[in-house]
């Protein structure tokens, strides 16, 4: 009886605490959503919110909350409050705070007080070690509380009286001319100092101690995580955003409102226009297009596979099958890996050095083809082992009792079985293959704006002819256009090169946003396929 | 110590013995037919590689024969062809590793042979490469000096790592330790999709937004600086510091995790005192290839750079960014030829080597982590 009754008593006590630490918790992301905003540029730092200066606001809350966290601290050690803190914050937390406090320092002094070298970095580390033994020596509640919060009444009074206004500029004096302003720095240093607040008042609401650090720790991986998911939002929201016009352009629909194809010696028209996924550049068009760029890319990647597949495919058989495990695998992954990590550009010089001069001297679609084969050669390799490794033993083992030789267990059992995991593995290699702009810049790019006219047609370019090699395909061995080379050429074409193209700007965003309409499709099927046979291999 | 080497000797002579023995016995077993028909495939291959090494026009002819020997192979003896043409295909794949090595090699010598330095008497090819910091490939005297552009390429590797290494571990902890299995489903695809998001249209995105924003922000003359460069190309490294550290975080046994919360810690406990440190080495290979990815990064580079070979004044300014090892390349492929051209391929030949040392450090210290953590078990 006597224990419920502690129980409750300690269970309010917390959650008055809990209470305020929410409340700092929620202002902290308050001030944190201001100085995003306007370091987005949403907000400016000279307008008033709510009748007051931006600044002067900042200054206050920041003061508010320094002293909400200092609060915390005090309320802790002397009892107020019921927690659980260790005998110190901790060397991390310590070599963090004196790192932020010999900055403090350090600035102040060069800055405000404008000490010399060995003057500034004296009081740098006064301040820093002030802060170190701060935060070690004391009991963790006064130590991870009480830097934070005089870090951030110190900078919200800098704020309040002006130290740091609105009009406030730091020369860094550097030959290469660079300052720091009100407009960034203001916004940059609230973020951080609420962060800082934010996970003092986290290890407070959870009562210092473990929990007190597990609550705190937390706070920062959820918010990396969301920060990471709100980055790639923002990239891919924005590109559509600013794509969407021009990609639409002039789309009209109706039966035969678009070009006519032939495929096979069948003619039809399509039940669409749209220019610009239609069209080449050209003086005369109504809406310029990325077509060429289009079926360049396609070509690429249909080459790229017919080469590095099979390689790579039957590169992993050997080495998980037939080969026993020895220096000879091993010299395989290290040779694998590193071909994987190889960067682009360097395979981009490969072919420059060994495909260019032997296929037709010049670059070529042929060229790309294989040097983008090679690149996906090693992913190929590698994600084909991982799915046959994955393959359990009992079913060769099964296959083998069968009295069948190894091939036919590969054939019939390990290949089938690893399908899922090889197409997957193939997708998304093809996804990042279709984005790379490096390698083909080297061996294929042709002209920056490429007509409809000059569309490759591989398929019809084929013709027998006399000499060796008896087959020969001018299409091939043409240099041509793809989606990233042509956004690449876009962005550092001069005027002159694309001024048959009205809206530059437009065309732009429009050919980033197919590009990565393009690529990350390849992803998302990529992503779907493994989580179907994922689910499939679950139910069975 | 000559006991060693003689037993290693003796060792070596007896494998090779067994080499030669095996070889005896497979000859002896399978069918001459089948033996001839991949000889003969196997002889045309190399022809048709070499008929490729030396510009022949007759290249086609031993290919065909290899086409149609495998062919014929294929239908007659499966067994055996199938085990030689994943034999070769192995064998390619290497080929193309050592292929790279050879040729960026030999178009690189040229410039390194220009860059002799003769010190006491001797020369050392290339020194003055990394010596001097003038790149003129136009103006005499003509120099091709690595550094301005080695130094670029370590400030933006240092601001990107700083950017990818934190963020990335804690997200792969996320991802692998705390994030409920809903959460997991929709945060791990989008790490994959960033990785996915090409190179060209960070840079975009970098050139058009970030660089105009960063000159009116920082008062900079003109646009482009390493700052910027090293977070986006930071945010391209991300996700694969995310990807390998989860495999390591997720390859400490789950017996290792129980038994720290068995004992009443909290998951941030076990986290930073058992996962973390038994998976430190591939949480350290995660980073080293993030390192390796961030230095290979072309196009972002490329387009939100100045593309003028110099050093920053001072040092440490990362609000001007000149050039690094690949956007040099890529920027001046275009109109370079002669020494200049064989320079680019010097800057191929610093990053190869520099990122395969990464790549195999890193699976080197992975390797240690399984035997680690296999014996462990």
């Given at each position: ?261 032939t495929l096979f010696g069948f003619t039809f028209a399509w039940p669409f226009a749209w220019p610009f996924v239609m069209n080449g550049v050209a003086l005369l068009n109504d809406v310029n297009g990325v077509l060429p760029a289009i079926v360049g890319t396609i070509w690429l990647v249909i080459g790229a596979v017919v080469f590095a597949v099979p390689l790579g495919v039957g590169a992993a058989v050997f080495i998980t099958e037939y080969a026993d495990r020895g220096r000879f695998t091993q010299v395989v992954e290290v040779a694998t890996n590193g071909l994987w990590s190889t960067p682009s550009i360097v395979f981009g010089l490969f072919g420059l050095a060994f495909l260019v001069p032997r296929l037709g001297n010049g670059k070529s679609l042929l060229a790309g083809m294989l040097t983008l084969g090679f690149m996906l050669l090693p992913l190929v390799v590698i994600t084909s082992r991982e799915a046959m490794l994955a393959v359990p033993d009992e079913y060769r083992d099964a296959s083998a009792a069968l009295g069948v030789t190894k091939w036919q267990t590969i054939r019939s059992v390990v ?126 | ?377």
């Open positions: 009886m006597a224990g419920a009754v502690e129980s409750s008593l300690v269970s309010e006590d917390t959650s008055g605490t809990e209470a305020v630490a929410a409340g700092v918790v929620g202002i902290a992301a308050i001030l944190f959503g201001i100085s995003l905003g306007s370091m987005f540029e949403l907000l400016s730092i000279t307008d008033p919110i709510a009748g007051i200066p931006m600044v002067a606001l900042l200054g206050t809350l920041l003061t508010l909350l320094g002293l909400g966290v200092i609060g915390f601290g005090l309320g802790s050690r002397f009892g107020y409050v019921a927690t659980d803190p260790r005998p110190s914050a901790g060397l991390v937390a310590s070599v963090a705070f004196s790192g932020i406090w010999f900055a403090v320092g350090g600035l102040v002094a060069s800055q405000s007080f404008g000490l010399g070298t060995v003057g500034w970095v004296a009081v740098a580390f006064v301040t820093g070690g002030l802060a170190f033994a701060g935060t070690a020596l004391p009991r963790e509640d006064i130590g991870s509380t009480l830097p934070v919060g005089v870090f951030a009444v110190f900078v919200g009074v800098v704020f309040l009286t002006g130290v740091i206004g609105p009009s406030w500029v730091w020369d860094l004096g550097w030959e290469q001319q660079a300052s720091f302003n009100a407009e960034f720095s203001i916004p940059v240093i609230t973020a951080f100092c609420s962060l800082l607040v934010s996970w003092a008042s986290a290890k407070a609401y959870g009562g210092f101690g473990a929990r007190g650090r597990h609550v705190g720790a937390y706070l920062l991986v959820y918010l990396n995580a969301l920060s990471i998911i709100a980055v790639l939002f923002l990239l891919v929201a924005f590109t559509v955003f600013k794509g969407l016009p021009g990609l639409f352009n002039g789309l009209t629909f109706g039966l035969g409102s678009g070009p006519e194809t290949l089938p079985a690893s399908l899922p995991g090889i197409v997957t593995g193939i997708i998304l290699g093809v996804g990042r293959i279709a984005g790379e702009t490096a390698p083909i810049l080297l061996t294929m790019s042709g002209s920056v704006a490429p007509p409809g006219s000059q569309t490759v047609d591989v398929i019809g370019g084929f013709s027998f002819t006399s000499s060796p090699p008896f087959v020969s395909n001018p299409e091939l061995l043409q240099a041509t256009s793809a989606l990233p080379y042509q956004l690449y050429s876009l962005i550092t074409a001069g005027v002159g090169q694309s001024s048959n193209i009205a809206n530059i700007e437009q065309f732009r965003w429009a050919t980033a946003l197919i590009l990565l309409v393009v690529v990350l499709s390849f992803y998302a099927v990529g992503i779907a396929t493994r989580y179907y046979f994922r689910r499939k291999l679950q139910h069975e | 110590m000559t006991t060693l080497s003689d037993n290693d000797g003796g060792g070596l002579r007896a494998a090779a013995r067994r080499e030669i023995q095996r070889g005896r016995d497979f000859v002896d077993e399978t069918e001459p037919e089948a033996l001839v028909t991949v000889t003969v495939a196997a002889v045309a291959l190399l022809a048709a590689f070499v008929g490729f090494l030396t510009v022949s026009s007759l290249t086609a002819i031993p290919f065909v024969v290899f086409l149609v020997a495998s062919g014929y192979g294929w239908f007659r003896h499966q067994e055996l062809t199938a085990r030689v043409l994943t034999l070769t295909t192995t064998i390619s794949t290497i080929l193309i590793l050592g292929l790279i090595l050879v040729f960026i090699f030999v178009e690189a010598w040229p410039t390194v042979e220009y860059a002799t330095v003769t010190v006491f008497g001797i020369p050392l090819p290339g020194l003055r490469l990394f010596v001097e910091a003038r790149w003129s490939p136009v103006t005499p005297p003509l120099r091709y000096s690595m550094v301005p552009m080695i130094h670029g390429t370590v400030l933006v590797t240092i601001i990107a790592t700083a950017v990818a290494a934190p963020l990335g571990v804690a997200a792969a902890l996320f991802l692998s330790e705390i994030a409920p299995r809903t959460v997991r489903e929709l945060v791990k695809p989008g790490v994959e999709i960033l990785a996915g998001i090409p190179s060209i249209v960070y840079g975009f995105i970098g050139f058009t937004i970030l660089s105009p924003w960063a000159s009116d922000q920082f008062d900079i003359v003109g646009q482009g600086t390493y700052l910027f460069v090293g977070v986006v190309v930071g945010l391209m490294a991300l996700p694969t510091v995310v990807s390998v550290a989860e495999d390591a975080l997720n390859s400490v046994p789950e017996s290792m995790k129980s038994g720290s919360l068995a004992l009443g810690t909290t998951d941030w406990q076990t986290m930073t005192s058992i996962t973390l440190p038994a998976a430190f080495s591939g949480v350290s290979a995660a980073v080293l290839l993030g390192v390796g990815r961030a230095i290979g990064e072309t196009m972002a580079a490329t387009v939100m750079l100045r593309g003028s070979p110099g050093l920053t004044e001072p040092l440490y300014n990362v609000f001007y960014g000149n050039d690094t090892l690949t956007s040099l390349i890529a920027a001046n492929y275009g109109d370079a030829d002669g020494l200049q051209m064989s320079a680019l391929f010097v800057a191929g030949v610093i990053l190869f080597i520099t990122v395969l040392f990464l790549s195999i450090g890193s699976q080197y210290i992975e390797a240690r982590m399984q035997q680690k953590l296999g014996g462990a078990e």
